[in-house]
């Protein structure tokens, strides 16, 4: 593991028993996250982008199993070895040593995570006293500032109240204190702003990016909102059917897609100059994890799938030194295929706009 | 909250009031008098109406009840055991029929949630099943089979216990009637609580919980049972009521000294007083069992005490 690097995850593969039989949710795995950064990690709902952070929080249901692969963490707090596998810590010592006090997560309903009976100071109280035995006083004095950086006003008064008191934007920020009470290095974020409404959504954001710089802490967006991504990440990863599919800065990703399901995402998405009466959408759906995927998993919903698509996957090509996808097309036998005109276009569109912001 | 709390009290009083009335009303109407004897002649009925203010008009008795009733008087048993007072009957009384009730019910609770929280962390495994098994053998079998089993084996076989309650040792010959009478709640308690903490157990809140860190006994009590309580609550008072009952049958059984066979041989000899009596003092006491119950929810669920207008907004 590199220096800088907090988290890398390395051919993770998840299943999980139901009736319908084995799902294999995630199907290998990787990526790197450097100290101080933001990925966000993209995909369509299924496509087993929470699956992959409850396994770094140790928060799989018990009907999941990891079947290969490791999450290393390192932590630049003192009372830890330096590199250490997620994965192989018990339940206990992952909530003694991780959870809370190095990586923290936000969910993405704060209608239903915060607990209703215990009063909101309580609430982000309640870490500091379990991880570190920080006095009452101490960890009340803690929680007013926490409130206060969260951007709640009124902070004394609001430490009595109870969830039911806020409204949803409050709670979410509540939250957010909540998840920052004892000093994490990595915050997980499971789409954020999905149960926000829209003016709400842009101030939790903003929220989260003025915390990450003032704190230096290492950010995970989990999102389908590629609005939001574009706004907060640094680095992207488009998964699909348990897999990575595509990965690269936040630029490269936008402006240079090179994976046809990439390139459907960003052409799915409307924007101002969208006038043509119909939205692009990727046809067909995800394949069901159950069976097994022989080949490419997108193949069937790709009009630029090759032959080999059906039988082989393709692995990573690189692409740049921080730019990879999952995608025959990038090898070198492969036909020359452009992306989209459409997509060229809105491509241009951007790239015009985001140099005139520049100027 | 105090305002709500007085409010609470004063609807208490009135169901009170309508229940005695109800209940006055009830036997005004029932053939038969305690003097049936068919020694007695018709002047001697009349001497003894008089005698215990039964000539009186209706209104007139039923005011005079109300007021003797709420200064403690219940008046005199007719039958039963004549001219003492009622309440003589019941000191001796009131306080084992409580004792035992008040043991099952605690005893109850107690192993009905903890079976409960088992079965739910155990969610899946035999150890559920066989809460499963205990509910389903629970409800289904009345408590008197329970009593009856309990007497034979651990009784009258093994001879662990008196079989029959003993004045002289109150605690060693409770043990079989409190379990006999705790089964149906036990029971009900642990259905309730599975299914209330499984539901809780995959909210988001607890979640929140378990990625702040927090695990064991802080975890399941804290966050998941003070959340599942809530519901269970509602289903304590009718079964503390159905214990009441309940034990009409199990005092028979090991012959205890209590309010229940009191009540039963009351009904048979027309013992008017008595029975009316009695029948408050259940219902004071349902009353005042749903009361604490709306106390409670507002202290566990602060959704409910702040919607009575304690709120800050």
Not at chain 1, 33 to 44: D, F, K, M, Q, W
Not at chain 1, 57 to 69: A, E, H, P, T
Not at chain 2, 98 to 121: S, Y
Not at chain 2, 184 to 199: G, H, N, S
């Amino acid at each position: 593991m590199e220096k800088n690097t907090i988290l890398s995850i390395q051919d993770l593969s998840i299943s999980f028993t139901t009736g319908a039989g084995e799902v294999s949710a995630i199907r290998g795995v990787n990526f790197d996250l450097h100290r101080g950064e933001t990925i966000a990690i993209v995909g369509e709902s299924g496509s087993g982008k929470s699956v992959t952070m409850k396994a770094i929080m140790g928060i799989l249901s018990s009907n999941g199993k990891v079947n290969s692969g490791k999450i290393l963490f390192s932590s630049a707090k003192e009372d830890m070895e330096e590199d250490i596998d997620l994965l192989k810590l018990d339940k206990k010592e992952m909530r003694r040593k991780i959870n809370g006090k190095r990586i923290a997560m936000i969910f993405q309903d704060p209608m239903t995570s915060l607990n209703p009976v215990m009063t909101i100071g309580a609430q982000i109280m309640e870490g500091m006293k379990w991880h570190y035995k920080t006095p009452k006083k101490e960890a009340y004095k803690r929680a007013v500032e926490l409130l206060q950086l969260v951007g709640i006003t009124d902070a004394e008064k609001r430490m009595k109240n109870y969830p039911h008191q806020l409204s949803g934007g409050m709670r979410q920020r509540v939250v957010i204190a909540i998840a920052l009470a004892c000093n994490p290095e990595l915050l997980i974020c499971d789409e954020p702003t999905t149960a926000l409404d829209v003016t709400i959504q842009a101030k939790i954001l903003e929220l989260i990016k003025d915390i990450q710089k003032k704190l230096d802490i290492s950010v995970i967006y989990i999102t389908h909102d590629l609005g939001v991504v574009a706004k907060v990440a640094d680095y992207v990863a488009v998964m699909y059917a348990g897999k990575i599919v595509e990965k690269g800065l936040v630029n490269e990703i936008f402006y240079e897609p090179k994976h046809p399901y990439t390139w459907g995402l960003l052409s799915a998405m409307p924007d101002l100059d969208t006038n043509d009466d119909k939205l692009y959408t990727i046809p067909g759906t995800p394949p069901n994890l159950v069976n097994k995927v022989a080949g490419d998993a997108f193949a069937p919903r790709n009009i630029f799938a090759l032959n080999i698509d059906n039988r082989l996957e393709p692995p990573m090509f690189q692409v740049s030194e921080t730019h990879f996808a999952s995608t025959w097309l990038l090898h070198e036998n492969a036909p020359k295929t452009e992306m989209p005109v459409e997509l060229k276009a809105r491509v241009e569109r951007m790239l015009g706009e985001a140099k005139k912001d520049g100027e | 909250m105090k305002k709500y709390l007085l409010k609470r009290i004063g609807v208490s009083i009135v169901t009170l009031l309508a229940i005695l009335l109800i209940l006055f009303c009830m036997l005004e109407f029932m053939p038969g008098s305690p003097f049936n004897d068919e020694k007695l002649t018709a002047d001697q009925v009349a001497v003894l109406n008089a005698k215990y203010g039964l000539d009186k008009p209706t209104i007139v008795r039923f005011g005079n009840y109300i007021k003797n009733m709420l200064t403690g008087d219940f008046g005199v048993s007719y039958t039963i055991s004549k001219n003492t007072p009622i309440s003589t009957l019941l000191q001796s009384r009131l306080p084992i029929s409580i004792r035992i009730g008040g043991q099952a019910v605690l005893l109850g609770t107690l192993i009905g949630l903890i079976l409960g929280i088992i079965a739910a962390l155990k969610h899946n495994t035999i150890w559920d099943t066989l809460t499963t098994i205990i509910s389903v053998l629970g409800v289904s079998l009345p408590s008197y089979v329970f009593a009856l089993l309990l007497s034979y084996s651990l009784g009258f076989k093994l001879k662990w216990f008196p079989l029959l309650y003993a004045v002289d040792s109150p605690l060693n010959s409770s043990v079989l009637p409190t379990v006999a009478l705790c089964m149906f709640t036990v029971a009900t308690i642990a259905r309730f609580t599975r299914t209330e903490m499984l539901e809780v157990l995959g909210s988001d809140y607890m979640l929140l919980a378990e990625s702040k860190g927090i695990s064991g006994p802080q975890l399941i009590i804290k966050h998941a049972l003070r959340n599942a309580l809530i519901p269970i609550i509602t289903v304590l008072a009718p079964l503390i009521v159905g214990l009441m009952t309940g034990s009409l049958v199990i005092e028979k059984i090991f012959s205890i000294p209590g309010i229940g066979s009191l009540l039963v041989t009351a009904i048979q000899s027309n013992d008017y007083n008595v029975i009316i009596a009695l029948s408050f003092i259940y219902s004071a006491m349902y009353i005042g069992i749903i009361l604490v119950v709306d106390i409670l929810y507002g202290v566990i669920d602060p959704r409910i005490r702040l919607a009575k207008g304690d709120g800050n907004e």
